[in-house]
Each structure stands twice: as structure tokens, then as C-alpha cells.
């Protein structure tokens, strides 16, 4: 018993133990960065990928919305939906709010905000 509690102590106290003990936590770290860095450079590309579906899709709904903008301007009586309902809907056009002239206090001189009114 003696004897193994020496051999622990001595191998505590060894040089070789803990560069061992040091080297292998820097291999294990080391193992883990590559596997990490492998990781990001996967989702960089899924990152660019996701970028450019979305551009492409950006453009899909503005050429969408200009389509249904001119085919409402062409033949206001044969469109589904009245331009102006479009441009609200799209929030191109601030509904007036009714405003009432006199002093009212509770203003203090400010114009009210504008309401967006969304079908």
C-alpha cells in the first residue's frame, strides 16, 4: 500500500505526468477548434446561399408589386383591387386624419401622427 501511495506521489510530482496531462488537453482543445472551425466555415456558405435566395426573393415580390400596380393603373374597372387599396395596403398612402381647428390643449401645438390604415 505503502508503496503505491509512493509511486502516486512521485508520478504527481513528475515532469513527464503533467506535460503529458498539458499536451493531451492541448491536443483535445486543439481538436475542437478544427472541428469548430469547419462548422463556421459551413455556415458562412449556408449564410451566402440564404443571402442571395433572399435578394432574389426581394426582387420577385417587387417586380410582383410593380405587376399588380400597373395592371390596377391600366384598367381601374377590371382590377381586382382598387390601386389606392394597394398603395394602403403596401403603406404608400397616410389616411388623412380628421383635424379640428381651435385651441385644443391637450396637443400643445403638435399635428397629430399619421394613422396607416391596413385591409
Known amino acids: 500500500m505503502e508503496q503505491a501511495i509512493g509511486a502516486l506521489n512521485r508520478a504527481v510530482n513528475s515532469n513527464a505526468v503533467i506535460n503529458t496531462l498539458l499536451v493531451g488537453a492541448?491536443?483535445?482543445?486543439?481538436?475542437?477548434?478544427?472541428?469548430?472551425?469547419?462548422?463556421?466555415?459551413?455556415?458562412e456558405a449556408e449564410k451566402e446561399s440564404l443571402l442571395k435566395t433572399n435578394k432574389g426573393i426581394k426582387n420577385?415580390?417587387?417586380?410582383?408589386?410593380?405587376?399588380?400596380?400597373?395592371?390596377?393603373?391600366?384598367?381601374?374597372?377590371?382590377a381586382l383591387v382598387p390601386l389606392s387599396t394597394l398603395k394602403s395596403i403596401y403603406g404608400e398612402v397616410i389616411t388623412p386624419t380628421n383635424v379640428t381647428s381651435g385651441?385644443?390643449?391637450k396637443?400643445?401645438?403638435?399635428?397629430p401622427?399619421?394613422?396607416i390604415t391596413i385591409y
Open 26 to 43: 492541448f491536443a483535445t482543445l486543439a481538436a475542437r477548434s478544427v472541428a469548430q472551425e469547419r462548422t463556421i466555415e459551413v455556415l
Open 60 to 78: 420577385t415580390i417587387w417586380d410582383w408589386k410593380q405587376k399588380l400596380y400597373a395592371e390596377a393603373e391600366a384598367n381601374p374597372q377590371k
Open 103 to 105: 385651441g385644443d390643449d
Open 107 to 111: 396637443q400643445d401645438g403638435k399635428s
Open 113 to 115: 401622427a399619421p394613422k
